[in-house]
């Protein structure tokens, strides 16, 4: 079978390690599903693996890919739920197991045409929801649910700020907390960006670091030093930054002093448990909200697709098909 694996690691020549080969089917073991890939979809976590951050050399060569969505063995359609671990090991939230990995860190990933996981992390895919959709979710749109309604338990009515509009967690969280009734404002340094962001359902977009009409409850972060300080400012006494990643940087000035004297919250948050992906899938069903999809690209065209994410040209999510490659089975 055909798939996109990570050889090598190069903090500026990231792509130059990912090679297209044949590698073997996915053979079946007791309590684990093979999957047959239909759409995975591509995420900021890839390209780190790339550039050799936060996946260690020596577990290479690896599939990439978090995302999947296809058939199991049976013939059933299925989302993959892509943090493998213990539950229990996380007091009950797999998410905090110290030992969990997501896919592609230590077990093949989605950028095949076969995977095989967990079969406890196989979750039915309803049929009102496309498998490009279905592969859209559950890295991008998991932690952004996970963001808002698990740790900021946004509400009606609250002030949302998220900053970095066009990424796939930005859209989702966007998009979910606008249907949750909250008022969203949106950054971005891309006025084309801005654009799309009302479109989602944010009341105002603004350039990045730009002033807001008001005071916010809630920051939703992935974007790090470069957006930092612009978030704690525009918190309200008592509000709450919940971050998800650091795309420009891990080391902004923390300003302790306005942590404390406004009484400011800061909840790391990282990917989704299984649940909340299956409540997420209940929320888009009540909502009718969908994945913003950028575009469907056979698995043969995958440095293609990075490179749009590394040139800044990506609104939403980069869908990879394997099954549209013509690799051998």
Request: charged share 20%; net charge neutral; with cysteine.
């Amino acid at each position: 079978m055909l798939t996109a694996t990570a050889i090598s690691q190069s903090a500026t020549d990231p792509l130059s390690g990912l090679v297209l080969r044949d590698s073997p089917v996915p053979g079946l073991r007791p309590g684990w599903s093979v999957v047959k890939v239909v759409a995975s979809s591509l995420n900021m976590h890839d390209l780190w693996t790339l550039r050799g951050v936060g996946h260690p050399a020596d577990r290479l060569p690896i599939v990439l890919g978090c995302d999947a969505a296809g058939f199991d063995e049976d013939g059933r359609e299925v989302i993959v739920h892509p943090v493998l671990g213990d539950s229990e090991a996380g007091g009950g939230d797999v998410t905090l197991d110290p030992g969990r990995v997501l896919l592609s860190e230590r077990h093949d990933g989605a950028f095949a045409e076969y995977l095989t996981v967990p079969t406890a992390n196989l979750v039915p895919k309803p049929s009102w929801l496309s498998f490009d959709e279905a592969a859209s979710l559950p890295v991008a749109w998991g932690t952004a649910y996970r963001m808002l309604f698990t740790q900021a338990k946004i509400r009606a009515g609250d002030r949302v700020l998220v900053q970095g509009a066009g990424g796939g967690v930005g859209s989702a969280a966007i998009t979910l907390a606008a249907a949750a009734g909250a008022v969203v404002y949106a950054t971005s340094r891309s006025g084309t960006k801005r654009a799309e962001a009302l479109t989602w359902g944010a009341r105002a977009a603004f350039a990045t670091g730009e002033r807001l009409p008001e005071r916010v409850d809630v920051a939703i972060e992935t974007v790090g030093e470069a957006t930092w300080s612009h978030s704690m400012k525009a918190l309200k006494p008592g509000g709450t930054i919940v971050i998800a990643g650091a795309t420009s940087g891990a080391a902004p000035y923390a300003d302790l002093n306005r942590i404390f004297y406004q009484q400011l919250r800061v909840l790391g948050s990282t990917g989704c448990t299984r649940s909340e992906l299956v409540d997420l899938l209940r929320m888009m069903d009540a909502t009718g909200v969908r994945p913003v999809i950028d575009r469907a690209l056979p698995l043969t065209e995958i440095h293609k697709g990075f490179q749009l994410m590394i040139d800044g040209g990506v609104t939403g999510k980069i869908i990879v098909r394997p099954a549209d490659s013509g690799g051998a089975s």
